[in-house]
């Protein structure tokens, strides 16, 4: 098996080209993005869309994840991830499984068709959670590219899969947002060090492997500057899953929350990981492919409906 991406399995980081598209679909009238929006995809790596959802719409949303953070025991407590040294909820995995609401958010056309327009290709879920930023006290997610990880201890081949976080609260300069590094997606950053057995039961608290070097961090800072997206509740940040992102703590009395989704390529399933032991578990990266069907319609009636037949 060829690896085009080697990680981790030499002493020194690497700088390595990307060797495919970004965006593999050009713009066409049909398209769910305007010409614009696809070229700042393509060169910069994310794209920030901005009322997508009807404030309805939001509300359901925001009321489905209070209910998921306020019982965290009626949920797979594999998927419930604290915070390093702590017992508040950082992320919850696997959410389509354990929301109607969210998968429905997950596979809405909104999110989904944008995806599976700009990879060119059926789209299936490769990852969901709940990232959550508790005020004062919710730690950082140091700078790494989710494709070193997919690609290492997923087998995922091919830079073919995005990112998707859908804000649930406000979104400040203050309260930790997203930051991304522009145009860092056109380099892939190799890591160094072999990765430990089970290596996802410490790196979902916090990855010491798998992080890019400082040297080349602050290279990709000063080439192309850093990027702190941020919104009203509803905002949606998409992010190729080479681009260089990462968080600082959050010391403020606001939290920060966000759905996140991972749609990856249906021909871009994954293989036997790259660089580990064994695959991680299912509910961190899907083996089994399910293309998404897409939806339309509100989201807010979609609730309603869960509700009278729950």
């Given at each position: 098996?060829?690896?085009?991406?080697?990680?981790?399995?030499?002493?020194?980081?690497?700088?390595?080209?990307?060797?495919?598209?970004?965006?593999?679909?050009?713009?066409?009238?049909?398209?769910?993005?305007?010409?614009?929006?696809?070229?700042?995809?393509?060169?910069?790596?994310?794209?920030?869309?901005?009322?997508?959802?009807?404030?309805?719409?939001?509300?359901?949303?925001?009321?489905?994840?209070?209910?998921?953070?306020?019982?965290?025991?009626?949920?797979?407590?594999?998927?419930?991830?604290?915070?390093?040294?702590?017992?508040?909820?950082?992320?919850?995995?696997?959410?389509?499984?354990?929301?109607?609401?969210?998968?429905?958010?997950?596979?809405?056309?909104?999110?989904?068709?944008?995806?599976?327009?700009?990879?060119?290709?059926?789209?299936?879920?490769?990852?969901?959670?709940?990232?959550?930023?508790?005020?004062?006290?919710?730690?950082?997610?140091?700078?790494?590219?989710?494709?070193?990880?997919?690609?290492?201890?997923?087998?995922?081949?091919?830079?073919?899969?995005?990112?998707?976080?859908?804000?649930?609260?406000?979104?400040?300069?203050?309260?930790?947002?997203?930051?991304?590094?522009?145009?860092?997606?056109?380099?892939?950053?190799?890591c160094v060090g072999e990765t430990p057995d089970d290596h996802y039961r410490s790196s979902l608290k916090k990855q010491e492997y798998g992080v890019p070097d400082q040297w080349n961090l602050a290279r990709l800072a000063h080439e192309h500057g850093i990027v702190a997206p941020t919104g009203k509740p509803g905002t949606v940040i998409l992010f190729d899953c080479n681009t260089m992102h990462g968080s600082n703590g959050n010391i403020t009395p606001f939290p920060r929350s966000n759905a996140f989704m991972v749609y990856n390529a249906v021909s871009n399933r994954l293989e036997r990981p790259y660089a580990a032991?064994?695959?991680?578990?299912?509910?961190?990266?899907?083996?089994?492919?399910?293309?998404?069907?897409?939806?339309?319609?509100?989201?807010?009636?979609?609730?309603?409906?869960?509700?009278?037949?729950?």
């Amino acid at each position: 098996m060829q690896d085009i991406y080697p990680s981790r399995c030499k002493s020194e980081p690497e700088v390595l080209p990307r060797q495919e598209p970004v965006a593999r679909a050009a713009w066409r009238e049909s398209a769910p993005l305007s010409q614009a929006q696809i070229e700042h995809f393509d060169s910069q790596g994310f794209l920030v869309l901005e009322d997508l959802f009807a404030a309805d719409e939001v509300v359901a949303l925001q009321d489905e994840t209070r209910q998921l953070l306020a019982d965290p025991s009626s949920l797979d407590p594999e998927t419930v991830i604290t915070e390093p040294g702590g017992s508040e909820v950082r992320s919850i995995f696997a959410i389509h499984r354990q929301s109607a609401l969210l998968a429905r958010l997950a596979a809405d056309e909104r999110l989904a068709g944008v995806a599976s327009f700009l990879l060119d290709d059926q789209v299936y879920l490769h990852q969901t959670r709940l990232n959550y930023k508790p005020g004062f006290n919710g730690k950082e997610f140091y700078w790494h590219s989710d494709f070193e990880t997919w690609h290492t201890e997923d087998g995922m081949p091919r830079m073919r899969a995005l990112s998707m976080s859908v804000l649930l609260a406000e979104n400040t300069p203050d309260n930790g947002p997203l930051m991304v590094i522009p145009g860092s997606h056109k380099s892939f950053i190799t890591c160094v060090g072999e990765t430990p057995d089970d290596h996802y039961r410490s790196s979902l608290k916090k990855q010491e492997y798998g992080v890019p070097d400082q040297w080349n961090l602050a290279r990709l800072a000063h080439e192309h500057g850093i990027v702190a997206p941020t919104g009203k509740p509803g905002t949606v940040i998409l992010f190729d899953c080479n681009t260089m992102h990462g968080s600082n703590g959050n010391i403020t009395p606001f939290p920060r929350s966000n759905a996140f989704m991972v749609y990856n390529a249906v021909s871009n399933r994954l293989e036997r990981p790259y660089a580990a032991p064994r695959p991680r578990p299912d509910f961190i990266a899907a083996r089994e492919v399910e293309p998404l069907v897409m939806q339309s319609g509100s989201l807010a009636r979609a609730a309603q409906v869960e509700r009278a037949f729950a």
